[in-house]
């Protein structure tokens, strides 16, 4: 099916263990996004991603690195995870605009 | 920068209509949007308001604009259980020459018989 495919569906980590959250659309949408959700927060951008090969900050990108490694794929990645950074981490794709836009079905990450 | 402002939670009856209501502070958004999101799920765009707008309605949906107040309203007449979710407010900001979508916190919807 069409759509945005997010890996895994739910991790646990220890403090200072490292990951990679993947993400997937075949859609061909040129941009991509990181977002975390925290209650009572809504959805913070991480990180997005314009088009293959450019990458830039959002709203909370400390503790966070991304990689764009063709126009299908976006990760995000935690160098060393924080109690902190237990949350549930949606992807999202768009092409010209956010009427198009899909959503992956979360990562639930906890960090103990 | 953009700030988007929503009740935290609305309880209704089956039946009656809800109204959630939201608040932004950036008139710049071309497009301000309503996303559902079920437990366990992702977001799911539910509508959206094209901004020299007023109001636009879809079946039971009712989206009203209030561009001088920057209030966006969400009606859902004849409310169902299956309704029950977080509904969140959103409206696109211009950053670095592109666009990003800024959230509200989400309004929790509880429908009871």
């Known amino acids: 099916n069409a759509g945005v495919t997010q890996t895994p569906k739910f991790q646990v980590l220890k403090t200072g263990q490292s990951m990679t959250l993947q993400c997937a659309q075949d859609?061909?949408?040129?941009?991509m996004y990181w977002y975390r959700q925290d209650p009572g927060m809504g959805l913070r951008l991480i990180y997005y991603s314009a088009s293959e090969g450019t990458t830039d900050k959002g709203e909370v990108p400390n503790g966070y690195n991304v990689s764009r490694l063709n126009k299908r794929e976006f990760s995000l990645r935690l160098e060393s995870a924080a109690p902190s950074q237990t949350s549930v981490y949606f992807c999202?794709?768009?092409?010209?605009?956010?009427?198009?836009?899909?959503f992956g079905q979360g990562t639930r990450l906890t960090v103990v | 920068g953009e700030d988007v402002e929503q009740s935290l939670f609305l309880s209704v009856r089956e039946g009656d209509s809800s109204v959630i209501n939201c608040t932004y502070t950036d008139s710049s958004s071309t497009y301000l949007y309503w996303y559902k999101q079920e437990p366990g799920a992702g977001l799911q765009l539910l509508t959206y308001?094209?901004?020299?707008?007023d109001m636009k309605q879809d079946q039971r949906l009712t989206v009203l604009l209030n561009k001088k107040d920057k209030h966006l309203s969400l009606r859902i007449a004849d409310t169902q259980t299956g309704d029950s979710a977080i509904y969140f407010c959103?409206?696109?900001?211009?950053?670095?020459?592109?666009?990003?979508?800024?959230f509200g916190a989400g309004t929790r919807l509880a429908v009871h018989p």
């Open positions: 859609m061909n949408h040129n941009s």
């Open positions: 308001i094209f901004s020299n707008m």
């Open positions: 999202a794709s768009s092409s010209k605009g956010w009427t198009e836009a899909f």
């Open positions: 959103a409206g696109t900001i211009v950053s670095g020459g592109y666009n990003k979508l800024i």
